[in-house]
């Protein structure tokens, strides 16, 4: 019998065909490049950067090989991260960009069947440092509003007394983009293989499941005014006692001390004129002026206060209720003036807190007692060795201070109970480093399988299976979207150690002839291996399944791969292989 | 009892007696030294894992009474800080005099992280929460540039969650093998086959357990994992030892037992070439404690199923085949 002929009916057995189907199915899940992929991948756009000017969009899919790819800046292609940087080092204020990035759909082994490419065209804009001076000026806004009885849309100028700003130019502004290298597969790293920072919160009371969603609403709107989309912000609950509850919050490429701090504060921020509360965040503030407007550095401010402590301070302006600003005019409405450095104040200050810490104090010039104003200036500090640090704390203090004023607070009071920052070189080497155990891993188990069979009839249906079984188990976490992190990676290991187990349970089963079994029939041997296999795989099951649910998700992913690996193994690995053996050791 | 039941019975137990005869026959002349051991002293055997077990749960108790706990905690599970470096010259004794002298107070633990026995970098351990940044600056007296690179790695453990997992990962434990010993009675229907596959599974874990303390390892998340994967890996080679011998009714039971044994520790060794591979390439802490903890527990593993698992239930299938067992007397040795 030629071995082609046994080829052939090996394909053509039901459960073979079966495992290609699930093989296909995994290589277009995974959408496997083996020549790699070229250009930077766009993982955020920040906000009015040239970039979101030019109508460039954060990518919504979560799926690498779906994500918008630069491929080319003026012309100039562009394969890898350097050399974007190469290219944005030098960049001239108003210097215009064709941006060329490409939408690539059903990429396999090799290429990729669509290429969607598109060409974007930004200028270069400008960085500007924003002083705020003390004194004001009269602006006049027009805004277009719709007069219902007139049935028309009218221009309203309105004039508005604002403190006068001085924008000094800095140098070119970043275009916008946050890139990294184009990915050759669908296959999520998770934070541990690409480096990130994770954080886990507490709450520090209970919640039910609307609260719940209102607070991830909130925390993810707060990562997405500060410009970062590609972040995870989940529930995650543990078993035991207390029933805690816990926020997972995931941020891929980035690691900053302050996202950890934005994200961990309640965000209460309360006005007081004395013990009364004036106006807090969120509900009593309608607009909060960002960076560009009149938000920015207060002119003069920056200066030393000991040899090794530099201050600076910060404005921004605020929009109140006009509810709010009455409440002010109340309060202020009965207090005296004083007169300090030849100016009139009340004498009472507004002063402002966040989540009970006192930020700052506002004096309140004497022309606005009993006055429903609604623009005000919010202020407060920043400090560091020197100048340049001091300012750039104030900009950060502002800028988190910013977004808890537009996004409210949380309803309960949060903690930080574990934060991982993971650096990106470090995932790198791991990744390398579990293939190659991987790859160590299977000629070891290989040899094993030969030296114990002696017989290539049975060796390497065994390592395809092995291989099949990998693959497969990629494909399916591609599918579903999950994030290969090193547990997830271990279950792998586990779910393909079973595997292996299983195969030599069935080649045993079937192939002894010692015990005087030659009676029964193929079938029912392989029925015999089916019985230890699948009680073997329900014990493994029921193992896994509290793991699942335990310890705040940290081993979810384990358990989750470790339990698809062994089913996808007894449903349609294990049977493709007891077919192959069958037909290739049957007499 | 009729007559024609007598009959039978008798012919049963001569057959038996001829088996017995033959058996001794062919027995002495081949078998070597360890396998007239094996099959014939299994009961004394069978003392080795129990004797293992015992010594097993007096060292845990002497941890609790020492430490409060029955395992030694990683900072995962206790709460505390770990730094990982990515680096490659690197001085350890450099840096862990540096860190002694610069903050003496502090209790960090320092590690090369290796990957085939060539430094890839380094790990440090605290068990304070809050003391990653005078770590780091630190560090960064000794290699400027360090903090804002790319290669760090930090990690804060909250003790409040540090025990909230080890209470679930514990109560997980708990369940699991509850589970499973359900499965297993639903699968063998008989309660000592099934009741020794979970003694099996048991002491697999309690003495990995006190082999972890005995070689210094602090368990971490990762490491409960691996403890729940040993209760899979455990109860594989025992369900195959005990589908062979009591599912099956042909040849004798010794032949039935070494076919188990082959099937078995060729699963073994594929695991154990695996989890070798594992612990001398790997490099991440987390996998590695993996690793080691699945080598320990397959060991323990081996002697468990093989001597104890077998002994279990050659006694249980002598019982059961000889009713009045005192009658047979020259069946016990045997164990038909």
Known sequence: MGSNTVIKRILKKTRVIILIIALVLSLFAIQFLIVGNTGVAIRTITKDSAAAVAGIASPRTTQPMAREVIVALNNQDIDTVEDYFTFTEDLKINQSISVKTVNRKFCFVVGCLVNDYNTYRLKVQPEYEIIVLNETESVEITEQVFNETLNQTLNITTTEIRNKTIKNVLGPEDIGFSVYPAPSNNLRKGLDLQGGTRVLLMLEENVDAEIMELILDNIKQRLNVYGLTDIVVREVKGFTGTGDQYILVEIAGVSSEEIRDLISKQGKFEAKIGEEVVFIGGKDITYVARAGDQAGLEYGSCGPVSEELYTCRFRFGISLTPEAAQRQADLTSVLPIVVENGQEYINESITLYLDDEFIDELRIGAELRGNAVTEIMISGSGSGVDEQSAANDAIVSMKKLQTVLTTGSLPVKINIVKTDTISPTLGEQFIKNIMLVGLLAIIGVSLVIFIRYRNLKVSIPVIITMLSEVFILLGFASLVGWNLDIAAIAGILIAVGTGVDDQIVITDETMKKAIGESHLNWKQRFKKALFIIIAAYSTTMVAMLPLYFAGAGLVKGFALTTMAGVTIGVLITRQAFAAILEELVKK | ?336
Not at chain 2, 172 to 187: K, N, Q
């Open chain 2, 1 to 336: 009892m009729n007559r024609k039941e007598r009959r039978q019975l008798l012919k049963e137990k001569q057959i038996s007696n001829i088996n017995i005869e033959q058996h001794k026959d062919s027995s002495n002349k081949k078998r070597g030294f360890f396998q007239r051991i094996y099959e014939d002293e299994y009961k004394k055997l069978i003392f080795i894992p129990f004797t293992i077990l015992l010594v097993a749960i007096i060292l845990i108790v002497m941890n609790i009474a020492q430490t409060g706990e029955f395992v030694n905690k990683g900072f995962s599970l206790s709460g505390g800080t770990a730094i990982t470096v990515v680096a490659d010259n690197i001085n350890i004794d450099l840096i862990e005099e540096h860190l002694e002298s610069n903050l003496p107070n502090q209790q960090i633990s320092i590690r090369v992280l290796s990957e085939a026995g060539v430094a890839r970098g380094f790990i440090i351990e605290s068990d304070a929460q809050d003391n990653g940044e005078e770590i780091i600056n630190e560090l960064e007296k000794l290699s400027p540039g360090i903090k804002d690179s790319d290669n760090l790695s930090v990690t804060t453990m909250g003790s409040s969650l540090g025990d909230s997992f080890f209470r679930d990962a514990i109560l997980a434990i708990v369940i699991a093998f509850i589970f499973m010993s359900i499965v297993v009675f639903i699968i063998f229907k008989q309660a000592s086959p099934s009741l020794a596959v979970i003694l099996c599974a048991l002491s697999d874990i309690i003495v990995t357990i006190a082999a972890i303390n005995i070689f210094g390892i602090k368990l971490s998340t990762a490491g409960i994992a691996a403890l729940l994967m040993l209760i899979g890996y455990s109860v594989d080679t025992d369900i195959l030892l005990s589908t062979r011998v009591i599912r099956e009714k042909k040849g004798r039971v010794m032949t039935r037992i070494y076919n188990a044994l082959k099937t078995g520790l060729t699963m073994n060794a594929t695991t154990l070439v695996t989890v070798l591979v594992g612990i001398f390439i790997s490099q991440s802490p987390e996998l590695k404690q993996i690793f080691t903890i699945l080598l320990i527990g397959l060991v323990i593993d081996i002697i468990n199923t093989w001597i104890q698992n077998v002994g279990i239930l050659r006694l249980y299938l002598e019982r059961k085949n000889t009713p009045n067992n005192k009658k047979i007397i020259g069946a016990e040795k045997v164990g038909e």
